[in-house]
């Protein structure tokens, strides 16, 4: 089974920037929402920004409005997440996936291996 690989994570101060990448997504999924979640140690996954990959239109969590920009590139079948101005508490494992509701994530499957970022204070 083919499963998203996402990469781009690292260590970075606080205040710095990271952009992570997914491929592949719309060969695996059969769905045009996509996303990005994150989890830390203790807790449950969270969606960060999620995409309409056919409009572009986008939904970013209020914690990083203003920092982060999700977009995808269709010809590449590649979704991004654009971090900037990066704090202590964005550190986490990010991971990409279809989008079928915030309260659905439990139900989603098909994982990658996520790709860690860490933000130094």
């Known amino acids: 089974q083919v499963q998203p690989a996402e990469s781009g994570g690292g260590l970075v101060q606080a205040g710095g920037s990271l952009r992570l990448s997914c491929t592949p997504l719309?060969?695996?999924?059969?769905?045009?929402?996509m996303a990005w979640y994150r989890q830390t140690p203790g807790k449950e996954r969270e969606v960060v920004a999620a995409?309409?990959?056919?409009?572009?239109?986008?939904h970013l969590v209020d914690s990083v409005k203003g920092r982060f920009t999700i977009f995808r590139d269709d010809a590449k079948d590649t979704m991004y997440l654009q971090m900037n101005s990066l704090k202590p508490e964005d550190t986490a494992i990010y991971y990409c996936?279809?989008?079928?509701?915030?309260?659905?994530?439990?139900?989603?499957?098909?994982w990658g291996q996520g790709t860690q970022v860490t933000v130094s204070s």
């Open positions: 996936n279809e989008f079928k509701g915030a309260l659905d994530i439990a139900e989603l499957t098909n």
């Open positions: 995409i309409d990959w056919r409009s572009g239109r986008s």
């Open positions: 719309r060969r695996i999924f059969n769905n045009y929402e």
